[in-house]
């Protein structure tokens, strides 16, 4: 089964960017759906952005809107998600996950989820 992971998390000061990566591993993804959640200790995954790798297509949380980018190159099979104006409250695991039906807010439309890449975002 393909193995989804991220990379590109790291330590960066108020007002930084960083861009995340999401590759597909031991295979393609199955769905042409990927998305990006964030999670602080103790708290829910929190949903950021989904695109269509194929089509293009992109949806954002108001969260993540204008400050985060989702993109993709189906031909490396990798979604990037580009993080701008970082701030501190951004500090959180970052994790890409296969979408393969239903609400994009809810985990449980998700199947295959990677391992996490932290970032810290000082102040």
């Known amino acids: 089964q393909v193995q989804l992971v991220e990379s590109g998390g790291g330590l960066v000061k108020t007002g930084g960017s960083l861009r995340l990566s999401c590759a597909a591993s031991?295979?393609?993804?199955?769905?042409?759906?990927l998305g990006w959640f964030r999670q602080t200790p103790g708290m829910e995954r929190d949903f950021l952005t989904v695109i269509n790798y194929v089509s293009g297509t992109t949806y954002y949380n108001a969260s993540a809107k204008g400050r985060f980018f989702v993109s993709a190159d189906e031909a490396k099979n990798t979604v990037y998600l580009q993080m701008n104006s970082l701030k501190p409250e951004d500090t959180a695991v970052y994790s890409c996950a296969q979408y393969i039906r239903g609400n994009y807010f809810s985990t449980s439309s998700y199947n295959i989820w990677g391992q996490g890449t932290q970032v810290t975002v000082s102040s």
């Open positions: 031991g295979g393609t993804f199955t769905s042409n759906t």
